[in-house]
């Protein structure tokens, strides 16, 4: 459950019927932000939920609104590496390295890979960023399991 008492789950609907409904046809900036803000409060305290969220939100083609939602994990080295692969994605990979480095000087603590989606992240941040070693231990956590 999420702070406010709403399941992952439903939050995952919900972030699915925004993005197919209001998103794409409000179109105003305003909306779209306060809109990704209202998501973010609902997952704070857990920032898998945060990654949860932006990967819905890249899964829409939606970069910006899946940055915003990272930003709310504050310095988690997950939700580092997918703000590093939402970058390099929006063609800007000075930020990415930026971010991936950051992401391998993050607090290894509490820090457990599961998805599919973070082989890519992952493999991304490997290649990325060689001089690092954080993210080929975190796949080599994930591939074990």
């Known amino acids: 459950m999420t702070p406010h008492g709403r399941s992952p789950a439903l939050c995952r609907k919900r972030i699915r019927w925004i993005c197919g409904q209001d998103l794409k046809q409000l179109g105003k900036e305003e909306q779209k932000q306060r809109i990704a803000d209202e998501?973010?409060?609902w997952?704070?305290?857990k920032p898998e939920?945060?990654?949860d969220i932006a990967i819905e939100y890249l899964n829409s083609g939606f970069f910006q609104e899946a940055l915003h939602s990272l930003s709310y994990a504050k310095e988690y080295p997950l939700a580092l590496y997918y703000a590093g692969w939402c970058h390099k994605r929006m063609g800007d990979s000075g930020k990415a390295a930026d971010f991936y480095e950051k992401a391998d000087k993050a607090p290894a603590g509490y820090?457990?890979?599961a998805r599919l989606e973070d082989i890519a992240v992952l493999?991304?941040?490997?290649?990325a960023y060689p001089r690092g070693g954080m993210a080929s231990y975190y796949l080599g956590c994930l591939y074990y399991d």
Do not use: L
């Not at 493999?123 to 290649?127: E, I, K, L, N, T």
């Open 49 to 51: 939920y945060c990654i």
């Open 123 to 127: 493999s991304d941040a490997c290649d």
């Open 39 to 41: 998501i973010g409060n």
């Open 111 to 113: 820090c457990f890979p």
């Open 43 to 45: 997952c704070k305290s």
